[in-house]
């Protein structure tokens, strides 16, 4: 599975920005798509989930603010970013696996990431 992020800049804090990650290449009946975050020194952390069937998860730090989906016609998964707070300033990678991910965010976990995109809040 080849996965490539776009969408990436700076953006004002309270403005809103969209992630695109193009997915090509699955083998796979059903795959799970999931967002990550890394800011330097810290760990990757996952941000949201989508499931085949649509079922969406968020950690708390983004919800509310952010919204997962995907078209799956154009085989593309997006992070609309609403209202981003300077803590959400990181590179953001695109994950997926076979089958069940929603609410796993263990990057371990995954198969498959894309190369990332950076997203600055000031």
């Known amino acids: 599975v080849q996965l490539v992020e776009s969408g990436g800049g700076s953006v004002q804090a309270g403005g809103s920005l969209r992630l695109s990650c193009a997915a090509s290449?699955?083998?796979?009946?059903?795959?799970?798509l999931a967002w990550f975050r890394q800011s330097p020194g810290k760990d990757r952390e996952g941000v949201a989930t989508?499931?085949?069937?649509?079922?969406?998860s968020y950690v708390d730090a983004v919800k509310g603010r952010f919204t997962i989906s995907q078209d799956n016609a154009k085989n593309t998964l997006y992070l609309q970013m609403n209202r981003p707070k300077p803590e959400d300033t990181a590179m953001y990678y695109c994950?997926?696996?076979?089958?069940?991910?929603?609410?796993?965010?263990?990057?371990?976990?995954?198969?498959?990431w894309g190369q990332g995109t950076q997203v600055t809040v000031s």
């Open positions: 994950a997926a696996k076979p089958e069940y991910c929603l609410g796993l965010y263990r990057s371990n976990a995954y198969n498959y």
């Open positions: 989508i499931a085949s069937n649509g079922g969406t």
């Open positions: 290449g699955s083998p796979y009946r059903n795959i799970c």
